[in-house]
Nanobody, 127 residues
Framework: QVQPVESGGGLVQPGGSLRLSCVVS????????MGWFRQISGKEREFVAA????????YYADSVKGRFRISRDNSKNMVYLQMDSLQPEDTAVYYC????????????????????WGQGTQVTVSS
């Protein structure tokens, strides 16, 4: 029943910006970490960003620090990924995921701890 759905991907030129959105339907009203992951062609899935339920814990992959920002609007069951200064190496399928956690202050970076995954949205950075 829990189903994250991503949107907002597309084609953008290097240096451009995109904002990805994820709405999670059927999510129980308990603590969940929300995360963004991506899979670059030919590489393993990798962590991008995560945010705790109450928003006081955030983590970013080194590759996106200073360029990407994760945010949540729990009242709307939404999570966002603002991506600025996009580079060709950011081209990937981006996935939104939700993980049940014990604390509203916990943000999870381990993909294996996430139970619910979206179908992914393609981000292509190319000139």
């Amino acid at each position: 029943q829990v189903q994250p759905v991503e949107s907002g991907g597309g084609l953008v030129q290097p240096g451009g910006s995109l904002r990805l959105s994820c709405v999670v339907s059927g999510l129980p009203n308990s603590a969940h970490s929300m995360g963004w992951f991506r899979q670059i062609s030919g590489k393993e899935r990798e962590f991008v960003a995560a945010k705790s339920d109450r928003g006081d814990k955030t983590y970013y992959a080194d590759s996106v620090k200073g360029r990407f920002r994760i945010s949540r609007d729990n009242s709307k069951n939404m999570v966002y990924l603002q991506m600025d200064s996009l580079q060709p190496e950011d081209t990937a399928v981006y996935y939104c995921a939700a993980a049940a956690v014990y604390s509203v202050h916990t943000a999870v970076v381990d993909a294996t701890q996430y139970q619910y995954w979206g179908q992914g949205t393609q981000v292509t950075v190319s000139s």
